[in-house]
């Protein structure tokens, strides 16, 4: 892929990336997406268009609002960059197919749904199903995997959070389990699974450093949707060379 279109893609990605904050951050809130414009979450001020310019914005104003001087959240500019890389990533390893829309679907949904789970301890049912809609539609136009493949990865999926969400008592919410039906419908049943075992992990993991650290309460919940997303994406660009690995070690 040349890098014209790479670099096209990660500036689209970087300008999709701060609308896709947005969106997780107003829609469990039931908010409107559109207005009000955004504002500073301290002074309440309307920000000007060249404040809201993706990382730049940011960087010239040192990470503070220039009316109040309170600090923005990291949050923002970083999941700026890392949908920039992530469209970049998706444009450079699929070319122009439909690979390459069902991969940009998922990044959008991945993103919104794990703002709002980090914001909210909520995974909106509206994003799902927008995203959930699209990723159907993209099927039906050009069905690289047959349906049985896809709906018994959307069946495994739903299946077995259904069964840990009712094992753990809390532990999963139900949000996760609806989330893990759409992916299920894109990965198929084996990725799935394997999706399940990364992200359990990563929480895992993650959850040990959080504690260490004093972040984390005893009992405290961890919203799982961002470990959700960060299993998915490694499995949707190196998933198949994971099963290699996985085939060739057992
Ligand atoms: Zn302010």
Request: aromatic content about 12%.
């Amino acid at each position: 892929m040349e890098a014209f279109w790479i670099g096209c893609f990660m500036l689209i990605g970087l300008i999709a990336g701060s609308f896709f904050t947005l969106v997780g951050q107003r829609v469990p809130q039931s908010m409107s997406i559109i207005t009000p414009r955004s504002h500073c979450d301290m002074c309440s001020i309307q920000l000007s268009w060249y404040e809201l310019l993706p990382i730049v914005s940011y960087a010239c104003q040192k990470g503070r609002c220039r009316h109040c001087g309170d600090t923005i959240s990291s949050i923002l500019p970083l999941t700026e960059i890392g949908t920039s890389l992530l469209f970049g990533l998706a444009i450079a390893i699929f070319g122009f197919q439909w690979d390459t829309a069902v991969a940009l679907l998922l990044i959008a949904l991945l993103h919104m749904v794990s703002v709002a789970d980090v914001y909210y301890m909520k995974i909106p049912n509206n994003i799902l199903l927008v995203s959930g809609g699209l990723l159907m539609v993209i099927h039906i136009l050009h069905p690289e995997t047959s349906w049985s493949a896809s709906m018994i990865g959307a069946g495994v999926g739903f299946g077995v959070l259904f069964f840990i969400m009712l094992v753990s008592r809390g532990g999963m919410g139900v949000g996760d389990v609806k989330l893990f039906l759409v992916i299920g419908f894109v990965a198929g049943w084996k990725e799935t699974l394997l999706i399940l075992f990364l992200a359990s992990l990563l929480g895992a993991l993650f959850g040990i450093i959080f504690r260490l650290a004093g972040r984390l309460k005893r009992g405290e919940a961890i919203p799982f949707a961002p470990f959700i997303s960060g299993a998915t994406i490694l499995i949707l660009f190196w998933g198949d060379t994971m099963m290699k690995w996985l085939v060739a070690g057992s």
